[in-house]
């Protein structure tokens, strides 16, 4: 019996995760002007997301789409990797029947996935810093933090674990 309610409590805790992990997904594409906003669609990947908000010049705007131009296949190439790479850990950690190397081998893809595309945002931001004035680079950084401040309240493991425990206090025998 003991050992039902240690699996139960296991399972809840992923599911939580999981439920967390999805919201912020979805969430991720959303902002005041919808789903694509003004930005346009790639405006929410890696550091292009408020490129819209620095008041570009028309000259930044052009050098700043040749920029995404040259690298728009492998934006969607290393979005689509990760949307599979999540879902293909998703599947291994809901299978019916546990395997530990299973769950390993697929968070071993996604984080090798995360990786490229954090060089590949790192070698984009690279390039459009040359577009941007100092102005506008402080700009996305303070963005960029007050972003980070919010995550993590809302996401950090203080916040889970009291979340977890209101559930296994309600529900525990």
């Not at 991720?28 to 929410?44: A, I, S, T, V």
């Not at 950690?93 to 995360?114: I, K, N, P, Y």
């Not at 972003?147 to 296994?168: F, Q």
Request: glycine share 8%.
């Amino acid at each position: 019996m003991k050992r039902m309610k240690v699996v139960g409590v296991v399972l809840t805790a992923l599911l939580f995760t999981i439920v967390a992990i999805g919201s912020a997904e979805a969430r991720r594409g959303y902002d005041r002007q919808g789903w694509r906003g003004e930005g346009g669609p790639c405006m929410k990947w890696g550091h292009m997301h408020g490129l819209h908000r620095l008041n570009l010049t028309d000259q930044q705007k052009q050098e700043v789409a040749a920029v995404l131009k040259e690298h728009r296949n492998e934006i969607v190439q290393s979005s689509t990797a990760v949307m599979e790479a999540r879902k293909d850990l998703r599947a291994a950690v809901m299978a019916e029947d546990f395997s530990e190397t299973a769950v390993r081998d697929a968070a071993g893809v996604l984080a090798a996935h995360h990786e490229e595309r954090a060089v590949l945002s790192a070698k984009i931001f690279s390039e459009l810093s040359g577009v941007l004035t100092s102005e506008q680079k402080e700009q996305m950084l303070q963005a960029r933090e007050r972003r980070g401040m919010k995550m993590k309240g809302r996401y950090s493991p203080e916040a889970r674990a009291s979340s977890l425990d209101r559930w296994i206090e309600e529900h525990i025998q």
